[in-house]
T-cell receptor
Framework: DAKTTQPPSMDCAEGRAANLPCNHS???????VYWYRQIHSQGPQYIIH???NNETNEMASLIITEDRKSSTLILPHATLRDTAVYYC??????????????FGKGTKLSVIP | EPEVTQTPSHQVTQMGQEVILRCVPISNHLYFYWYRQILGQKVEFLVS????????KSEIFDDQFSVERPDGSNFTLKIRSTKLEDSAMYFC??????????????FGPGTRLTVL
């Protein structure tokens, strides 16, 4: 799996958009970008994933650059409950295998009132 | 919305004792996982389980660890002789069958294991 690089921490004002970057310059063609978050020692929570197109769901949007070497997770209106560690994970899929997730240190997002 | 559940939420044990951590994965999921997180450190993969057998395990998952799916709903992690360094949060996760994109894992709330 490709290595990812994320800033260790970020602040965001409540109600504003939080934009969390992730660099995955060695990503290969069959690798997806996944985002999970962990709120204060709770179990990690799936947010969103994508291959090359931008994706949006009820939680967030994922913007992947055309060359796929980086991506940005966008929380459109951050709330205090979005304070968490956000993990960007690159995973391949070839139809078989157990596909354990490899977590890095992530970005600690602090939403400030 | 279905969710992964884990019991107990907190387990305190003496060094050398056996512990069993229990998980109930989401009912139609076929892949099951255990991860652990030592306080202040990264979430680490321990083991994955599919079709009633271990499919992958990490170096952490040594002979003192075992997993079992004793019935159609529970998935357990046993530590035979606990050590101080086994103190951690243990997370169970499950993944639905399938499609190429559904590598989404759903995590339980965790069990905090404290070894004294």
């Amino acid at each position: 799996d490709a290595k990812t690089t994320q800033p260790p921490s970020m602040d965001c004002a409540e109600g504003r958009a939080a934009n969390l970057p992730c660099n995955h310059s060695t990503i290969s063609g069959n690798e997806y970008v996944y985002w999970y978050r962990q709120i204060h020692s709770q179990g990690p929570q799936y947010i969103i994933h994508g291959l090359k197109n931008n994706e949006t769901n009820e939680m967030a949007s994922l913007i992947i650059t055309e060359d796929r070497k980086s991506s940005t997770l966008i929380l459109p209106h951050a709330t205090l409950r979005d304070t968490a560690v956000y993990y960007c994970i690159v995973r391949s899929y070839s139809g078989a295998g157990s596909y354990q997730l490899t977590f890095g240190k992530g970005t600690k997002l602090s939403v400030i009132p | 919305e279905p969710e992964v559940t884990q019991t107990p939420s907190h387990q305190v044990t003496q060094m050398g004792q056996e512990v069993i951590l229990r998980c109930v994965p989401i009912s139609n999921h076929l892949y099951f996982y255990w991860y652990r997180q030592i306080l202040g450190q990264k979430v680490e993969f321990l083991v994955s389980f599919y079709n009633n057998e271990i499919s992958e395990k990490s170096e952490i998952f040594d002979d003192q660890f075992s997993v079992e799916r004793p019935d159609g709903s529970n998935f357990t992690l046993k530590i035979r002789s606990t050590k101080l360094e086994d103190s951690a949060m243990y997370f169970c996760a499950s993944r639905p069958p399938g499609l190429p994109f559904t590598d989404t894992q759903y995590f339980g709330p965790g069990t905090r294991l404290t070894v004294l």
